[in-house]
């Protein structure tokens, strides 16, 4: 498995998850990393990237909740999730792009949110 993400959950409106994503060390010159989110019925998307200098963007459905960092030597990235909406629900995924434009998917965490 070349990412492996982690963290998901059940949890109530309101409460807090974190997600985890590493990549193995047979994935090279990593630059962009990003969060990933699949609701039942609808597309793929994009929750938050973050470069490789630790500069993060938002959707602005997610602006001022969820936070997203990483750790370059522990070729890691995180998404804190906070003040958790039902409509957060969704399948997460972590996505890697390198400097050569290879594009990795982390294989995705469920993330429940009840009312």
């Known amino acids: 498995v070349q990412l492996q993400a982690s963290g998901g959950g059940l949890v109530q409106a309101g409460g807090s998850l974190r997600l985890s994503c590493t990549a193995s060390e047979s994935i090279f010159g990593i630059n962009n990393m990003a969060w990933y989110r699949q609701a039942p019925g609808k597309q793929r998307e994009l929750v938050a990237t973050?470069?490789?200098?630790?500069?993060?963007n938002y959707a602005d459905s997610v602006k001022g909740r969820f936070t997203i960092s990483r750790d370059n030597a522990k070729n890691t990235v995180y998404l804190q999730m906070n003040s958790l909406k039902p409509e957060d629900t969704a399948v997460y995924y972590c996505?890697?792009?390198?400097?050569?434009?290879?594009?990795?998917w982390g294989q995705g965490t469920q993330v429940t949110v009840s009312s």
């Open positions: 973050i470069s490789r200098g630790g500069i993060p």
């Open positions: 996505r890697v792009l390198t400097d050569t434009l290879v594009v990795y």
